[in-house]
């Protein structure tokens, strides 16, 4: 069946793959080549930049005099940081490969290129300039502006850009257009231009820390990737129904109690890490707590927040109890001190998947309902719930994310909240939510816990986000996307294969311009570069296409 599939991938356009007799019908047997299915290929940009002239001409950078000089006046510790960390990335590039190429010390004392009619002589000294002010206590927001221009010529080698975050954006594009020659002796950039911007402007990873506990430096190590693929947005679901790591200032004992080990949560210290770590990279930080349902975990702590079960159904406790003033009261201590402790402007309050199976059971709760003319109406209940809590984040100067059940239940929502659309339905959702004049993120297509043999990249490559409208008002209202990790069976030892290169598939949907017949096979090729460039740099990227292999 594997040797089928590859040859599937490999003979068929993506309409045959789904239709499978007909692919089997096209393809040879069993016949292979020797060598790489895809060989990579040297010096391409992911994800693929809005605009770019690439010449066969290029420059020789020597990594032990390659040096990236910040000409602008008022420079900040993000940008000097971020040079100093991309200096040594483009370095160790050949250092890496000649490493493991066995060359002699003959061969590395030739110098080929000297005679070669592309070559135009030296780089050594890369300039960026930042046309605008850069203030080392700045956040990346929701309105972060990442265009970014280079030019790599005999007269200007210049990187450019209004903002820091687009600076930090096109050092990582400047990375990539390094490469390793093809006889391994030289570090090379082709005379190039790129003129480069993000299509949107929400371009996220949601991590499930709760199914599983992620290490701290696993989410670093995560950022990391994230900054390799341009994305900004860490969507931080922390805890669920199955523990909690986070650990409260104000009630320690939802961790004490709710996480699985004392050792496996994530103080206040751990939080503020990852927070900055993230911002360096010009990434948001945005917290998920996912109320009324999947909230288990809080009950062991506090088993007077969630509504007892009763009848058939007695020692189990559902979703938060929605008709105690206590609740809210501990709720709204809660929700100020993540205010308080997560810089970004938005709190992602969930919302999605309540089982009403204890709401019907309990006694209290009918006469609640009852008594507010809502009998048997337990999704006015829950949005009862949910309007609360809205209020309640908002009167705190925060913005709400929630799952698309809070919208299509007919929570009255403020304006500025964003809607996250997951389910299978996303093209009638979408055209819902914008024509309500709401914002809205897509996640419906990239569910990286969802795993086809072989990995699925490239149907995530073919969901295109706007095919939901013709119309560019609702169009402009979709701000982007997130790819999920849900970690049910996802630790430590196998995340980063799990999301990349997978995510990195999203990350140029989310940033290229639409590009609807792209070249498949030098996409493939484009990300074995890619993958092998992010193994490189310490991240366990999985092979994306089959048989090849990484210098």
Not at 186 to 195: A, E, H, Q
Not at 211 to 229: G, Q, S, W
Not at 274 to 299: C, K, M, N, Q
Not at 375 to 387: G, T, V
């Amino acid at each position: 069946m594997w040797s089928t599939y590859i040859i599937m991938t490999k003979m068929c356009t993506l309409s045959q793959v789904l239709t499978i007799s007909l692919c089997v019908a096209l393809s040879e047997g069993y016949i292979e080549e020797p060598g790489a299915r895809y060989p990579a290929t040297k010096g391409e940009i992911w994800p693929k930049p809005r605009y770019q002239i690439k010449n066969d001409t290029y420059f020789i950078i020597r990594p032990q005099l390659f040096k990236i000089e910040i000409i602008s006046e008022g420079t900040c510790s993000i940008l000097k940081d971020a040079v100093v960390n991309y200096e040594r990335l483009i370095a160790d590039g050949l250092v890496a490969v000649q490493k493991n190429s066995n060359l002699s010390t003959e061969n590395l004392k030739k110098k080929k290129w000297l005679s070669d009619d592309n070559y135009l002589g030296y780089l050594d000294t890369f300039n960026v300039r930042l046309d605008g002010i850069c203030n080392d206590a700045e956040y990346p927001t929701e309105n972060i502006q990442e265009a970014y221009s280079i030019s790599v010529s005999e007269n200007e080698k210049l990187l450019n850009s209004s903002t820091v975050w687009g600076l930090l954006r096109g050092l990582e594009t400047l990375s990539q257009m390094v490469y390793v020659a093809d006889d391994l002796l030289s570090l090379r950039i082709n005379k190039s231009f790129v003129d480069d911007e993000p299509r949107f402007s929400h371009r996220g990873l949601l991590l499930d820390t709760s199914r599983h506990f992620i290490p701290l430096n696993y989410i670093l190590l995560t950022l990391k990737a994230m900054a390799y693929n341009k994305m900004n947005v860490f969507h931080w679901h922390i805890v669920d129904d199955q523990s909690f790591p986070y650990v409260s200032r104000k009630y320690p004992e939802l961790s004490l109690q709710g996480a699985y080990t004392a050792t496996k949560q994530y103080s206040y210290s751990d939080v503020q890490t990852v927070i900055e770590y993230a911002r360096l990279s010009g990434i948001r930080v945005i917290p998920e707590f996912d109320t009324p349902g999947h909230t288990r975990s809080w009950g062991v702590s506090h088993p007077e927040l969630l509504t007892a079960c009763e009848g058939e159904l007695e020692g189990k406790y559902g979703p938060i109890d929605p008709t105690k003033n206590e609740t809210y009261d501990f709720l709204k201590e809660l929700f100020t001190e993540i205010h308080e402790t997560f810089a970004d402007k938005y709190i992602h309050l969930g919302g999605d998947e309540v089982g009403f199976e204890c709401w019907k059971s309990n006694s209290l709760i009918q006469a609640f309902m009852k008594d507010r003319g809502i009998e048997d109406n337990y999704e006015a209940l829950e949005s009862l719930y949910i309007q609360k809590i809205i209020d309640m984040v908002k009167g705190l100067k925060s913005k709400s994310i929630v799952w698309e059940e809070v919208f299509t239940n007919g929570v009255q929502l403020p304006n500025d909240t964003v809607i996250q659309v997951w389910k299978d339905f996303w093209t009638m959702v979408l055209d819902e939510v914008t024509a309500s004049g709401k914002k809205a993120i897509l996640s419906s297509c990239w569910y990286l816990d969802h795993l086809n043999t072989g990995g699925n990249w490239e149907e995530f490559y073919f969901c295109e986000p706007t095919s939901f409208t013709m119309d560019p008002i609702k169009q402009s209202l979709l701000i982007g996307g997130e790819a999920c990790m849900w970690s049910e069976v996802v630790n430590e030892y196998n995340v980063m294969s799990r999301v990349w290169p997978r995510a990195s598939s999203v990350a140029e949907v989310l940033w290229s311009p639409k590009n609807e017949n792209p070249d498949m096979n030098f996409v493939r090729r484009r990300l074995e570069e890619h993958t092998c460039r992010m193994n490189k740099r310490g991240i366990a990227a999985q092979p994306p296409n089959g048989p090849g292999f990484c210098l």
